[in-house]
């Protein structure tokens, strides 16, 4: 049995990739499982909100990934190499990877970054939630990379094939819808709390 190496907890994820490459020794792939596995559970489990199928996912891109890491070519974060297999795969598993149709723009067009990032955070946590269940899992996962993962928008361009004026687009698109979902959401319950008012008025009379 090896000896587990010492202090791996001090080694970036690149070092600990590079280090599994030359070595082959497991733990030097384990301790990246240790700091990722629930991470990416979490992610399937945004897909399929299902505990045994985000399981299965897991396991399944782990797999993938320890036949993958020596194709990591550090020019992104390991965690955002991660990130993008684990949302392909399970945009894969939902039959959702057919290529998204991509707007006709001009690729010298350049849209600009959105102000109003500032207002999807002052939204309330519930009525978010509730909003962001009424856009398409592409939309979402897109929203996901940006604003969760910390992905760029060339990370993201690069993940699904787009250009980066196509990547600002849907993103600009998806927040507007994101915002009206939202909005549609509160106009709705201040309609039913002014009925109820007006009942309970009534009741009271």
Known sequence: MSVHPIGLKH???????????DTQRNAYFEELY????DKVYRKCMSFVK?????????????LKLILRLSSFKETSKFSTWLFSITYNY??????????????????NIDVE???EDGELIEMEVGQLRR???????????????KYQDDFSIKDIADTFGLTESAVK??????????????????????????KITILIKWWLK
Do not use: G, N, P
């Not at 080694?11 to 599994?20: A, F, I, N, P, Q």
């Not at 945009?91 to 723009?105: F, H, N």
């Not at 009206?180 to 709705?188: N, P, Q, R």
């Open 90 to 107: 399970c945009m894969d598993q939902l039959r959702l990877t057919k290529k998204m149709a991509e707007t006709e723009l001009d690729d």
């Open 131 to 145: 909003a962001l269940e009424t856009i398409s899992v592409q939309e979402r996962t897109i929203l996901l990379m």
């Open 50 to 62: 299902d505990r045994e199928k985000a399981e299965d996912f897991t396991h399944d891109i782990f």
């Open 11 to 21: 080694y970036t994820d690149e070092e600990l990739v590079r280090l599994y490459i």
């Open 169 to 194: 687009m849907r993103l600009k698109r998806t927040k507007e819808k994101l915002k009206k979902a939202y909005t549609d959401s509160i106009i709705f319950w201040m309609l039913v709390i002014s």
């Open 113 to 115: 970054d959105e102000a």
């Open 34 to 37: 240790e700091r990722y596995s």
